[in-house]
């Protein structure tokens, strides 16, 4: 329920064209310990409406895959890598090179986002 509240009132400001969660997302959240309560919820969900490219959310869009589905040999540390270097380049595509509303749209702010790019060698 908590997840549908922030989907909605996100939806209109963030993605309008986003219709909802997927089935195995709504499953992934149910199934997740939420060891960041409310507040991982909150990111997870407006991460995801900024990384979906379809009509909804999926699990990957939510960054809960289930270990499984992680790229054989990969480390949990080269997993965060590589989703936080996707979320960066995709969130600048989406706002056309806006870093100001790229660092929004990922709930961070400015500078964060600069010093990721940083990070990753990701230029505008």
């Given at each position: 329920m908590l997840a549908q509240h922030f989907f909605t009132k996100f939806a209109a400001e963030k993605s309008p064209r986003l219709l909802g969660f997927s089935s195995r997302a709504m499953r992934a959240m149910e199934g997740h310990a939420w060891p960041g309560n409310v507040?991982?919820?909150?990111?997870?969900?407006?991460?995801?409406?900024?990384?979906?490219?379809?009509?909804?959310?999926?699990i990957a869009d939510l960054g809960l895959q289930q270990r499984a589905e992680l790229e054989f040999g990969e480390a949990?540390?080269?997993?965060r890598i590589s989703a936080e270097?996707?979320?960066i380049?995709?969130?600048?595509?989406?706002?056309?090179?806006?870093?100001?509303?790229?660092?929004?749209?990922?709930?961070?702010?400015?500078?964060?986002l600069y010093r990721l790019m940083a990070k990753h060698d990701i230029n505008v």
């Open positions: 507040r991982e919820l909150i990111n997870r969900v407006r991460r995801a409406m900024v990384m979906a490219e379809g009509r909804l959310v999926t949990l540390g080269e997993a270097r996707h979320a380049t995709a969130g600048l595509h989406r706002a056309q090179k806006n870093v100001s509303q790229t660092a929004r749209d990922l709930g961070v702010s400015r500078m964060t």
